[in-house]
DNA sequence: TTAGGGTTAG
């Protein structure tokens, strides 16, 4: 069977291959059936193995039914359509699909799905003959198809065929995969209303359905993620939950309340892994949390060896050493990490732009890019913001103007941000305000904070009040901004200017927070909205 | 077989 597909090129098990040949070797055993060989293989994720296993099978007696989905998972994942249609003839010609078997074709249906084809998918589920096809298969088809859907982010498909199958579907309706699918893709508006749904259907007090809720809504609210969390009973919650409200927390800016959950979770006896770290690793870097940081620095390499292969992770400790610990451990963690992201890459030049080095920055932003990796928005933010911190006004101009001509990236709020500090650090108040002006779109709060913070460096105290009208409007509870403003009346003498800023922070109920006078930023910048396409409803 | 937790910016 398969003959028709090309050679498999055989990996020598390097570091692509998730497992190592020792585990191999002990799971699979040439004496046991090939079709069982063939679904080990597939497990492990040696998919150009399995496949050659099953293309030498004895094509007599037929291929075992139990093969099929692994067929398919295989040739998904090696962008193989011509073997997945292959399978599915002759599932086909053994009568498997389109209904009775429901192993094999929930594979095919998300075997199409991740290969793009979604039209065949929508097909064989079209096909299924509704009557005589048992419930929990038809079931497991719409679920297999609203994965697949969720998976290219179409949101309008995934509700209509939710709402077909809560039609087709007798009995059942829907189960806790179908919230899981719908979830993460749903609009915020629909969250609760699935969570309804969940409550209502007694899905809700399954663990992972509160995960999935924990984390998505842990996108837009910490809060709201930490409501579903503790309502959770304690016995159900287990690594994932506390790890999707740490991380909800880490998310949005809550870095004292995600080491605290983390704290608790110790507490609790639940040991972290690698994605639990990432957060915990994140917060700390926020807050500056060294001894935490390298409590995890430790534990990392003490009871997670093969971390290095892992790109968050050693990506969060780069950034955390680099931020808060010390440029040469970042450094190299960077140097043995096997493969490097637009992340790991990102951190270091952050942690060397941070520091004032802004040439070793831009040397690494280089790199990074003859490397064959395209900036992104967030590489540029931190150099730009390297550039304006070493004082490297004409580089930080050549790459502004480079994003749009060079790298296709529309310079957004943030990098409009960067440019007027950058601006207004090398005293070019002038053209940091015409900068303002150009822009697309209206200035943001940080955009004429870093106006604001700029004049306060050059004692601009007529630039600073325009700017301060402006930021204030934006962001009125931001303490940070009146603090700097008085201070620059303060510096300059005006102690009238200094009474009225302390009056307007009296009326507003604003009070300078002891050891915080730097600028807060806004808690609701740099958040990942929750998807918004479409106008859902169920 | 469909399915839950993640990193980088000022």
């Known amino acids: 069977m398969l003959d028709h597909l090309p050679p498999p090129r055989l990996t020598k098990g390097k570091a692509t291959e998730p497992s190592t040949s020792a585990a191999v070797a002990g799971e699979i055993d040439p004496t046991v059936p090939w079709y069982l060989q063939v679904c080990t293989l597939t497990r492990l994720r040696r998919h150009r193995e399995a496949l050659a296993v099953l293309r030498h099978a004895d094509p007599s007696p037929p291929p075992h039914a139990l093969a099929l989905p692994s067929a398919l998972i295989c040739c998904a994942a ?25 192993y094999i074709l929930s594979a095919l249906l998300s075997s199409y799905c991740r290969l793009g084809l979604l039209p065949c998918a929508r097909q064989l589920l079209d096909e299924m003959p509704a009557a005589s096809t048992p419930p929990a298969t038809v079931l497991t088809a719409f679920n297999s198809l609203i994965s697949g859907c969720a998976l ?20 059942l309706r829907f189960n806790a995969v179908t919230l899981l699918a719908l979830l993460p893709v749903a609009p915020a508006t629909v969250v609760p209303q699935l969570q309804a749904l969940a409550a209502q259907s007694g899905l809700a007090s399954r663990t992972t359905v509160a995960n999935c809720l924990i984390s998505v809504y842990g996108r837009s609210s910490p809060t709201l993620a ?52 990432v957060g915990v690793l994140s917060s700390c870097s926020h807050l500056a949390a060294r001894s935490v940081g390298l409590d995890v620095d430790r534990y990392v390499r003490q009871r997670l060896p093969g971390f290095r292969a892992n790109v968050q992770l050693c990506s969060a400790l780069i950034n955390f050493h680099a931020r808060c610990g010390s440029l040469p451990q970042a450094q190299q963690l960077f ?14 030049i952050t942690g060397y732009g941070m520091h004032g080095h802004g ?13 064959g990796i395209r900036p992104d928005n ?11 911190h070493a004082g490297k006004y004409e580089e930080g101009c050549k790459y ?23 601006l207004g650090r090398a005293g070019r108040l002038e053209e940091a305000r015409e900068l303002i002006s150009s822009m697309p779109m209206p200035a943001d ?7 604001l913070g700029a004049c306060k460096i050059h004692k601009n105290v007529e630039a600073g009040e325009e700017a301060f009208k402006h930021v204030i409007m934006l962001e009125p509870s931001n303490v940070g901004y009146y603090v700097l403003m008085a201070n620059m009346y303060t510096d300059s003498g005006q102690q009238d200017g200094v009474a009225r800023v302390r009056a307007m922070m009296r009326e507003r109920g604003l009070k300078k927070e002891p050891g915080r006078t730097q600028v807060v930023r806004s808690s609701v910048n740099g958040r990942r909205p929750l998807a918004s396409t479409g106008e859902e409803n169920l």
Not at 83 to 89: I, L
Not at 250 to 266: C, F, H, I, K, S
Not at 445 to 451: E, M, P, T
Request: proline share 4%; charged share 20%.
């Open 78 to 102: 090696l962008s193989l359509p011509s073997g997945v249609a292959q399978v599915h003839a002759l599932a086909a010609k053994r009568g498997l699909v389109p209904a009775s078997d429901s």
């Open 152 to 171: 290219h982010a179409l949101t309008p498909a995934c509700f209509a065929l939710f709402r077909r199958m809560r039609v087709h579907v007798a009995g």
């Open 226 to 277: 930490r409501q579903v969390f503790d309502e959770m009973p304690l016995a159900t919650r287990d690594l994932v939950s506390w790890t999707a409200v740490l991380s909800a927390h880490a998310q949005g800016g809550l870095a004292v309340d995600a080491l605290e959950l983390y704290r608790r979770m110790r507490g609790h006896g639940v040991e972290p892994d690698a994605l639990t770290l």
């Open 335 to 348: 140097d043995e990490m096997p493969r490097k992201s637009i992340v790991s890459w990102t951190a270091l």
């Open 359 to 371: 040439d070793i920055a831009i040397n690494f932003f280089q790199r990074m890019v003859s490397q």
């Open 378 to 388: 967030v590489s540029m933010v931190a150099l730009l913001s390297a550039c304006s």
């Open 400 to 422: 502004f103007f480079a994003m749009e001509s060079t790298y296709k990236l529309r310079p957004t709020l943030e990098h409009y941000a960067c440019m007027v500090d950058l």
């Open 445 to 451: 709060g940080s955009v004429w904070g870093a106006l």
